[in-house]
Structures are given as C-alpha cells and as structure tokens.
C-alpha cells in the first residue's frame, strides 16, 4: 500500500529500490523492484503515446453525454459505482474503493473486467471512477491497465475475472457462481491504439538567476530534484484538481502541505498557495523569475492544467526531469519485459547497481 506515496513521489522510486537494495540482494528484491517499475513502464509508453491521453479524455466526455441521453445506461453505471448490482464480489470492490481510496491490484483487475465483460459498461467510465476515487489515481497506470484489462494494450489480450481464481485468491471470501460472470472476454475495439511518438524534451532551464518553483501533486519531493545552480525566490503551490472524490482531496492537500512545509525549508523562502494564473504571474514578476519551474509534467490532468496557464505567465515554464524517469522511460516501447531486462543497466546507471549485499 505505498502506492499513494510512490505515485506522488512523496517518496521517489529511486529512493524505495534504494531502500530495499540496503537490506536485499537483488535477487531477492527483484520481484518487488519489478513491481515498482511497472509503474514506470506505464508513465514511459503513456509518453510514447502521447495521442492515448487526449482521445481517452475525448472518449470519456462522449460517454458523459451518452449518460445524459441513456437513463437506463446512467442508472446502471450509477448502480454499478454505489455497489449494488446484486454481484457481491464486484459491489463489495466497489464500496471499498469508495471507503478507502485503495483496491488490491487483482481486485482492480476483477472489477474492470466485471466492469466490462459482465456488465457491458463503458470502460472509459470505469477508468474514470477508479481515478476519481483511488489515492493513487495516475492517468498512466489507470488509464493503460484499463485499457489492457479490455484488450486494446496487447492486441486481442484480454482479462477474464474468472470464479474459481477469484474464489482461490480471496480465500473464498467471494464465490461467484460460475453463470454470474461473463465466460469469456472479447477485446474491444475503439480503433485508437496510439501512435509511437518520440518522448518529449522537457523544457531547457535557465542556466542561471532566480526562478519560482512551481509544486504539484506529480511531485513533492522537491528536495531531490536537479535545479543546478539556480536560486529559488519562492515556491507556489498549484492547486489541487476538484473533480476527485473527497478523500482523494483530502490526501493530496494533506501531501502538498507537507511537501511546501520540506520545500520552503530546504530553498528557504517563502511558499504561496496559488489560486489562478494572474497569482501565479505576480508571484513571478515580483520575485524577478527568470522562469516557473515545475518537475517535468508526465501526461495527464494536471499536466494540461498547468499548461493552460502558461501563456498568462511573465516568465516561461521551465522542466527539471529525474534521471529514473530520462533512463528508464525509452525503454518502455513495447511490451514490459523490454524495460524489465534493462533493470540492471539502468539501476547501474543511477549508481544503485551492484550496491546489494551478499
Ligand atoms: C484496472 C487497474 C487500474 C489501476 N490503476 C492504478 C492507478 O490509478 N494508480 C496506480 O498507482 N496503480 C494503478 N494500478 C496498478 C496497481 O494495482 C497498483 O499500483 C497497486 O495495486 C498498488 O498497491 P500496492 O502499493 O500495495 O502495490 P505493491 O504490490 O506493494 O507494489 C509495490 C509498488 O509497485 C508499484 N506497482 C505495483 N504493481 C503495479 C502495477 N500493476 N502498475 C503500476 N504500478 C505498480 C506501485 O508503486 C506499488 O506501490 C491499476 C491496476 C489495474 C488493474
């Protein structure tokens, strides 16, 4: 359950597999390493598909309006989301989702393939649910694990929640009759498989002078980051998205306070709570900023969110990227096990390799 922190980088990958290395040899750390960089292998095909983000957000407001016409199909996803379909497995995953902000990585994969296969709801709504209400909603992991879970990862791969592996693996907890859950899975098809793009060049830095140092919930572990010798006036907080459930608020403002609370004391300057763009540009313009710099954006809501503001700034938004991030993510092209190969050349790379003991 270290998600919510490893995906807000409230602790770093880099400083989990480093953890784990001081007490672990790799062999007997690598399943979990392995794990760790799934989420990794999502954030760097989700960049080399830099088209999947917009049409997936596309696809979600033309399911919305379906929902305003389709009351039947309104009342079944509503249903669906309160937990009360009659299927007590996927009812039970659903009001824990709601209740705790966290599922279980088979219990997310029963539920969207129920979600889809079973009750023949529209995936991207399924997504948007988990995003809403998990503490580690990330566009990347959610939006591709979805999308594997339907067959429009791997072409023609799909996952079928089956009764006896769901009965085997919550300890008959659940026992799905066999004729309540779909019997297989036909991958779906929307025709947007993404198109491989090069991954984005985060923007340069200033080479020197003051900058704002822009925080957001993709990152609050500013103390680690690379701002080479530029000095930090202040720090502006961005404000968190309101779409998300309660608890999901609640954990990111509780996640950027303490990140604000470690910033200012580490640049040692002062911290602001940004509230729109014209904040943000005095904040700029009175520190003298020759940029807002922010850890590089990955695809995603908050990312869009922050650009949008871009052209009201005095100064331009600059990018500072993690050596994780800029040696792993070409790696994740294809299939996982590309990148899963180049764990110990890359662990190498960032001087994690061979640090394990005996
Ligand atoms: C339909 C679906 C939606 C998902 N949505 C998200 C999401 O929005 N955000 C998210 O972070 N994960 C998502 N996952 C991946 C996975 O379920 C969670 O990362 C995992 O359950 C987190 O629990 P944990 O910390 O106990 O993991 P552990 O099993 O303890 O793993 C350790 C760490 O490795 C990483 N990790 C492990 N498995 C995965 C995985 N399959 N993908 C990505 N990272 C992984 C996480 O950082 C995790 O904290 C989704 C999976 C599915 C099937």
């Given at each position: 359950?270290?998600?919510?922190?490893?995906?807000?980088?409230?602790?770093?990958?880099?400083?989990?597999?480093?953890?784990?290395?001081?007490?672990?040899?790799?062999?007997?750390?690598?399943?979990?390493?392995?794990?760790?960089?799934?989420?990794?292998?999502?954030?760097?095909?989700?960049?080399?598909?830099?088209?999947?983000?917009?049409?997936?957000?596309?696809?979600?407001?033309?399911?919305?309006?379906?929902?305003?016409?389709?009351?039947?199909?309104?009342?079944?996803?509503?249903?669906?989301?309160?937990?009360?379909?009659?299927?007590?497995?996927?009812?039970?995953?659903?009001?824990?989702?709601?209740?705790?902000?966290?599922?279980?990585?088979?219990?997310?994969?029963?539920?969207?393939?129920?979600?889809?296969?079973?009750?023949?709801?529209?995936?991207?709504?399924?997504?948007?649910?988990?995003?809403?209400?998990?503490?580690?909603?990330?566009?990347?992991?959610?939006?591709?694990?979805?999308?594997?879970?339907?067959?429009?990862?791997?072409?023609?791969?799909?996952?079928?929640?089956?009764?006896?592996?769901?009965?085997?693996?919550?300890?008959?907890?659940?026992?799905?009759?066999?004729?309540?859950?779909?019997?297989?899975?036909?991958?779906?098809?929307?025709?947007?498989?993404?198109?491989?793009?090069?991954?984005?060049?985060p923007i340069p830095l200033p080479s020197s002078g003051k900058i704002v140092y822009l925080?957001?919930?993709?990152?609050?572990?500013?103390?680690?980051?690379?701002l080479g010798?530029l000095g930090v006036a202040a720090?502006a907080?961005?404000?968190?998205?309101?779409?998300?459930?309660?608890?999901?608020?609640?954990?990111?403002?509780?996640?950027?306070?303490?990140?604000?609370?470690?910033?200012?004391?580490?640049?040692?300057?002062?911290?602001?709570?940004?509230?729109?763009?014209?904040?943000l540009a005095?904040i700029a313009t009175?520190s003298k900023a020759r940029a807002v710099v922010t850890?590089?954006?990955?695809?995603?809501?908050?990312?869009?969110?922050?650009?949008?503001?871009a052209?009201?700034l005095p100064t331009p938004i600059a990018e500072t990227?993690?050596?994780?991030?800029?040696?792993?993510?070409?790696?994740?092209?294809?299939?996982?096990?590309?990148?899963?190969?180049?764990?110990?050349?890359?662990?190498?790379?960032?001087?994690?390799?061979?640090?394990?003991?005996?």
């Amino acid at each position: 359950m270290l998600s919510p922190y490893i995906r807000h980088r409230l602790i770093t990958e880099q400083e989990v597999v480093a953890a784990v290395l001081e007490q672990h040899n790799f062999a007997a750390a690598e399943k979990f390493i392995q794990e760790v960089c799934w989420r990794t292998y999502w954030k760097g095909w989700f960049e080399q598909h830099a088209d999947l983000w917009p049409s997936y957000c596309a696809e979600l407001e033309r399911c919305r309006s379906e929902l305003q016409d389709d009351l039947g199909l309104a009342g079944l996803v509503a249903a669906a989301e309160r937990g009360d379909t009659g299927l007590t497995c996927f009812d039970a995953w659903a009001r824990e989702l709601v209740a705790t902000g966290y599922l279980h990585n088979h219990a997310r994969m029963w539920f969207a393939s129920i979600w889809i296969f079973t009750l023949k709801l529209p995936w991207a709504l399924g997504a948007d649910f988990f995003y809403r209400h998990l503490l580690d909603g990330d566009p990347a992991s959610n939006t591709l694990s979805w999308r594997w879970v339907a067959g429009l990862h791997t072409k023609g791969k799909t996952y079928l929640a089956r009764p006896d592996n769901i009965a085997h693996y919550t300890d008959a907890r659940f026992c799905p009759d066999v004729d309540e859950l779909a019997p297989f899975a036909i991958a779906l098809d929307d025709d947007v498989w993404g198109t491989r793009c090069a991954i984005r060049t985060p923007i340069p830095l200033p080479s020197s002078g003051k900058i704002v140092y822009l925080l957001t919930d993709e990152d609050l572990h500013p103390e680690s980051l690379d701002l080479g010798a530029l000095g930090v006036a202040a720090v502006a907080v961005f404000p968190i998205d309101d779409t998300r459930a309660a608890p999901v608020r609640a954990f990111k403002t509780a996640a950027l306070a303490d990140a604000a609370r470690r910033a200012a004391e580490h640049f040692a300057c002062s911290v602001e709570i940004v509230t729109s763009q014209e904040h943000l540009a005095d904040i700029a313009t009175a520190s003298k900023a020759r940029a807002v710099v922010t850890a590089m954006l990955p695809i995603g809501r908050t990312r869009d969110r922050v650009m949008s503001w871009a052209t009201a700034l005095p100064t331009p938004i600059a990018e500072t990227q993690r050596a994780w991030d800029a040696f792993f993510w070409p790696h994740a092209k294809a299939g996982f096990f590309g990148l899963k190969d180049k764990i110990p050349a890359v662990l190498s790379k960032l001087d994690l390799w061979p640090k394990a003991v005996p």
